[in-house]
Nanobody, 119 residues
Framework: QVQLVESGGGLVQAGGSLRLSCAASGRSFSAYTMGWFRQAPGKERDFMASIRWNTGNTYYTDSVKGRFTISRDNAKNTVYLQMNSLKPEDTAIYYC????????????WGQGTQVTVSS
């Protein structure tokens, strides 16, 4: 059974940092792209960043470039999202997801972790 389990969310002051983790299990993800999304209250779920598991190639949406960094640890089968210079508008539930390389469908999703940034 495939599982993506996020952790690392919490409450932080504006300007602070958090590192989210996504522990992946249940299959090999070497041919997958892993992504981070977020959903703020009353808004749609938005893409933040992705990393191709086997090459480490990354991609970011413009709003987080220079502040967020996605990475993976092959030995731990874990993907990270390092978030720096956090702003109140970064407050959201953050989700980890996986899609097969070349597919446009994010097949697997975690249950999310809450990030709250206070002003």
């Amino acid at each position: 059974q495939v599982q993506l389990v996020e952790s690392g969310g919490g409450l932080v002051q504006a300007g602070g940092s958090l590192r989210l983790s996504c522990a992946a299990s249940g299959r090999s993800f070497s041919a997958y792209t892993m992504g981070w999304f977020r959903q703020a209250p009353g808004k749609e779920r938005d893409f933040m960043a992705s990393i191709r598991w086997n090459t480490g190639n990354t991609y970011y949406t413009d709003s987080v470039k220079g502040r967020f960094t996605i990475s993976r640890d092959n030995a731990k089968n874990t993907v990270y999202l390092q978030m720096n210079s956090l702003k109140p508008e970064d407050t959201a539930i953050y989700y980890c997801a996986a899609r097969y390389y070349g597919s446009t469908t994010w097949t697997y999703w975690g249950q999310g972790t809450q990030v709250t940034v206070s002003s």
